[in-house]
């Protein structure tokens, strides 16, 4: 399922403004950002990969061990998320949170996820390799 237009839009924003201030040095900043993107794009496989690649770097530059053991973690983690369905809702993606916690979405992010539903996409996902297995068994 490809990612809606204007959530695609914020999601590269967050990303761009954490890469910017990454760059001007203020990592406190640019992990806030990518915080962010990670909520936008967490559903997606791709998006979710390289926002966890983008914290893993900030991780790196904080020389925060905690945060470097926790996002290689998170990114072992993106695709069984990816395939299963199942993200925690409004989990900012840091090692301070835990991964499988859902969290409340910030007000400003909530018109753009108004549609994600975790048991939405899990059933969806249990369907189509229900589908395929059957196929795969019937052919």
Same mark, same amino acid.
């Given at each position: 399922?490809?990612?809606?237009?204007?959530?695609?839009?914020?999601?590269?924003?967050?990303?761009q403004e954490a890469l910017?201030?990454?760059?001007?040095?203020?990592?406190?900043?640019?992990?806030?950002?990518?915080?962010?993107?990670h909520i936008l794009g967490?559903?997606?496989?791709?998006?979710?990969?390289?926002?966890?690649?983008?914290?893993?770097?900030?991780?790196?530059?904080?020389? &925060?061990?905690?945060?470097?053991? *926790?996002?290689?973690?998170?990114?072992?983690?993106?695709?069984? *998320?990816?395939?299963?369905?199942?993200?925690?809702? *409004?989990?900012?993606?840091?090692?301070?949170?835990?991964?499988?916690?859902?969290?409340?979405?910030?007000? &400003?992010?909530?018109?753009?996820?108004? &549609?994600?539903?975790? *048991?939405? &996409?899990?059933?969806?996902?249990?369907?189509?390799?229900?589908?395929?297995?059957?196929?795969a068994a019937n052919l």
């Amino acid at each position: 399922m490809p990612m809606p237009p204007a959530l695609r839009l914020a999601y590269q924003l967050a990303l761009q403004e954490a890469l910017a201030a990454e760059r001007r040095g203020e990592l406190a900043v640019a992990f806030v950002q990518l915080e962010r993107a990670h909520i936008l794009g967490q559903r997606y496989l791709w998006p979710h990969i390289v926002t966890h690649g983008a914290m893993l770097r900030i991780g790196w530059r904080r020389r &925060d061990a905690r945060e470097v053991a *926790g996002q290689l973690l998170r990114l072992l983690a993106t695709l069984p *998320g990816w395939l299963s369905g199942w993200v925690p809702k *409004g989990n900012p993606g840091g090692a301070d949170v835990s991964a499988l916690k859902p969290m409340p979405v910030p007000a &400003d992010l909530q018109p753009l996820l108004a &549609d994600y539903s975790v *048991g939405r &996409d899990v059933v969806r996902r249990l369907a189509l390799y229900g589908a395929l297995a059957w196929l795969a068994a019937n052919l």
